[in-house]
């Protein structure tokens, strides 16, 4: 299939693109930049063995869309294209209501007067909020905790009108959890402007030495050692779960929802611990105050990704931590 995949350079993007093209897929790429680098594009080429197109620009342009969709001849859109900082969410709703939210009804106006009524959306677990119970299935009541929850909120029930509105849509919200870890090739990985946000990345810039330990936030939370216990997914798994999806909505028309995660949760100081057993580094850590808006515990119930996807996580903790300490120690050497 010709597929288009918004924010395609970016973190999950790009590894989507390397699972899509090794199962025979055309990937066209469109990304405006804002948080990836073009050199991705030659690191794709190296891994794929060939060329892949790429428009620079942005979603919320639709006569762009419109022009990219008809001259690739796009039957399917990945749309990953978004800003993904809570943080910086709260500070700048605007920015992320009318990138993510805008630019969603850009794409699918172009979309829909291209006749391509097929997507696989990033969403994200966020969308649960507070957990109620665990593990968390797609049923769980959803509820944004922030202005990027909000959107990614906000964007599920746009699509989900528009697919009860026209039954040619075929659509299916992919809700990830923790994506760490990197292609095997160490080419491509995450690599997260200024100070990380997020544990892994963060634990790799402090075995870099690019910062000084790790703030575990927290170490008095009802956990079994008391940090914060999160459900980690290799990025190669959730881009194989991302062509399970594509798969599975060619026969499936309207919306359907799946959790992409491991089902497992790995604390803090498990993550630390595999990190330091993998890469043979040691991590310094301070434990500190809790970070605000932090649950103790979230993780997956993947059994409907299991059963109609018939995809499951098959990479362990150890490989994610591997992989993601292969690619910055490579992509350290890129930038020197
Ligand atoms: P990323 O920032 O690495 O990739 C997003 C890409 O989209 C970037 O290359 C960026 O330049 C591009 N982009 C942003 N706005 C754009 C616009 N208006 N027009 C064109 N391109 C634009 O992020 P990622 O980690 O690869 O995430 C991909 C998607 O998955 C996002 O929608 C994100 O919200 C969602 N998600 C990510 C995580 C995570 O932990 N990484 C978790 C849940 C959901
Ligand atoms: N943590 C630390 N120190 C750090 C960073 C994180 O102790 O420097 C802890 C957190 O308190 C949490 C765990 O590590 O217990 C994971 O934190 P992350 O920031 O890596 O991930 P979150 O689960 O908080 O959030 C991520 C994305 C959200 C997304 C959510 C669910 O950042 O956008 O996963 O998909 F909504």
Redesign the pocket.
């Known amino acids: 299939m010709n597929i288009l995949l918004?924010?395609g350079?970016?973190?999950?993007?790009s590894h989507a693109a390397v699972v899509l093209c090794a199962a025979g897929h055309n990937v066209v790429i469109?990304?405006?930049?804002?948080?990836?680098q073009h050199s991705v594009l030659d690191r794709l080429t190296k891994i794929v063995g060939k060329p892949m197109p790429c428009i620079e620009?942005?979603?919320?342009d639709t006569l762009l869309l419109e022009k990219v969709l008809k001259d690739y001849k796009i039957e399917t859109v990945m749309h990953?294209?978004?800003?993904?900082a809570v943080g910086e969410s709260v500070q700048n709703p605007l920015d992320y209501f009318d990138?993510n939210v805008g630019?969603t009804i850009s794409l699918l106006h172009a979309m829909r007067s291209n006749n391509v009524k097929s997507m696989v959306f990033?969403?994200?677990?966020?969308v649960y909020g507070m957990p109620n119970y665990l593990p968390l299935d797609e049923a769980h009541p959803t509820q944004a905790k922030n202005p990027y929850g909000r959107s990614?909120l906000h964007i599920e029930e746009i699509l989900t009108d528009l697919a009860a509105s026209d039954p040619a849509w075929h659509i299916s919200f992919l809700r990830?959890f923790?994506?760490v870890g990197a292609h095997e090739s160490g080419l491509i990985g995450?690599d997260p402007n200024g100070i990380p946000n997020?544990l892994v990345p963060y634990i790799a810039q402090v075995a870099l030495g690019r910062l000084p330990h790790l703030n575990v936030y927290g170490d008095d939370y009802p956990t079994a050692d008391g940090s914060g216990v999160r459900d980690y997914i290799h990025v190669m798994d959730l881009a194989e779960g991302h062509l399970a999806a594509l798969n599975y909505i060619q026969q499936q028309p309207g919306v359907c929802v799946f959790n992409l995660g491991s089902g497992k949760g790995s604390s803090v100081f498990e993550v630390v611990k595999v990190f330091e057993n993998e890469n043979a580094s040691s991590i310094p850590l301070k434990v500190t105050m809790r970070r605000i808006g932090d649950v103790s515990e979230c993780y997956a119930k993947v059994d409907k990704a299991n059963i109609h996807l018939n995809w499951k996580a098959t990479r362990t903790l150890q490989d994610m931590c591997r992989s993601t300490w292969n690619f910055q120690k490579n992509h350290k050497c890129a930038n020197q």
């Open positions: 918004t924010g350079a970016g973190y999950i993007g469109l990304d405006n930049f804002c948080n990836s620009g942005d979603i919320r990953f294209a978004g800003l993904k990138n630019g990033s969403s994200s677990a966020t990614k990830y923790n994506p995450e997020n």
